[in-house]
């Protein structure tokens, strides 16, 4: 038991080193090019801070560990809005963009609700168990190329280009980011395993180690980068971040490997944290509809609901 968790917390500081290298390799790689902080936060920074969910889904689907994929992306996506953005906010106000409160959060709000309905058969048909069919994995992966195409016309565009000088050379950049993507594949192995093990030997259920251990891990390169963001007064980078997360965690952490290797049967979940995932995403929409920006006592509610629904998931 004493090995796994230590090979539990050497995965954890593996992941989060080797985001950190992916994240400022890509971002500096991104520089190189010009583009917008909010798109750099939506793509590089999302999807690199992702990696390690994206890791740990792959890994956890092909071990026959089905809760855990669905409690990684859930988890992350709830800690994603409550803890990162509440933190961050409660750090200083955060600023939202007219482009981010009409279009991309719209899309958050959208991919979130869906995976929503796609998770739960049973409310629709008392006859059907809850599942994630390979079918719907390749209806979150439609949706999110959606996205995508819209990225790539927020891209062409250019608004809001960013002018700043890269803090490293095109060259530099490439190998911190391959560096970075080793990192995260090797320690996303460790925290698998040992938290699958920990988790049988102590008689707690998947998804709660899923819920709690796993998706905090794998959060914090996000919680990190998104404080950093703040501190620094790149709001764009922090709200970006937690946005491109979630949209990606849905669409291609749970909707491509199901495409790929199979749906998840029998799913053994709590419809609470369906609706937490949802609240949270549409709260995020309603406070920054509201005034374009997400104020310290928002970021105080998120904190709330936050230790409200983990401790509801941990006494549960």
């Known amino acids: 038991m004493l090995l796994q968790i230590i090979l539990l917390i050497v995965g954890f500081i ?4 080797g985001a950190d290298f992916f994240v400022d390799g890509a971002s500096s790689t991104a520089q190189n090019f010009k583009v917008s902080k909010m798109l750099i936060g939506l793509t590089i920074v999302a999807f690199g801070t992702s990696a390690p969910e994206f890791a740990v889904s792959i890994k956890a ?25 509440g933190v961050a906010a409660t750090i200083h106000s955060l ?5 981010t409160v009409k279009k991309e959060l719209p899309i958050t709000l959208l991919i979130t609700s869906l995976f929503a309905v796609l998770l ?10 809850n599942s994630f069919t390979r079918s719907d994995g390749v209806v979150l992966l439609l949706f999110f190329l959606v996205f995508i195409y819209y990225l790539i016309a927020m891209m062409r565009r250019k608004i809001d280009v960013d002018e700043e000088a890269p803090k490293m050379s095109l060259l530099k950049s490439i190998v911190f980011t391959i560096l970075g993507l080793v990192a995260i594949v090797v320690g996303s192995n460790f925290v698998v395993d040992s938290a699958s093990f920990i988790a049988e030997e102590l008689g707690v259920s998947e998804r709660m180690i899923s819920l709690t251990i796993i998706a905090l891990g794998t959060s914090l390169p ?23 997360s979630n949209i990606f965690n849905i ?8 495409a790929m290797f199979g749906g998840i049967s029998r799913i053994a979940f709590s419809y609470i944290d369906l609706i ?15 005034d ?11 904190l709330i609901l936050f230790v409200v629904y983990y401790s509801y998931v941990i006494i549960g």
């Not at 560990?65 to 953005?85: E, H, P, T």
């Not at 790149?234 to 491109?244: H, L, P, Q």
């Not at 374009?292 to 998120?302: A, C, D, H, N, T």
């Open 251 to 258: 669409g291609i952490v749970i909707g491509l490997p199901v």
């Open 95 to 99: 600023t939202v963009k007219n482009n």
């Open 14 to 17: 593996v992941l989060i080193k």
């Open 61 to 85: 689907l092909l071990s026959g560990s089905g809760d855990m994929v669905l409690g990684n992306v859930i988890g992350s996506n709830i800690l994603n809005i409550l803890l990162i953005l």
């Open 276 to 290: 937490v995932m949802f609240v949270a995403a549409l709260l995020l929409f309603l406070f920054s509809f509201r």
């Open 292 to 302: 374009y920006k997400i104020s310290r006592k928002e970021g105080i509610v998120f």
């Open 222 to 244: 996000e919680l990190v980068t998104s404080v950093m963001a703040t501190r620094k007064g790149e709001y764009d980078i922090a709200i970006g971040n937690a946005v491109g």
């Open 120 to 129: 739960s058969d049973h409310f629709f048909d008392t006859s059907l168990p």
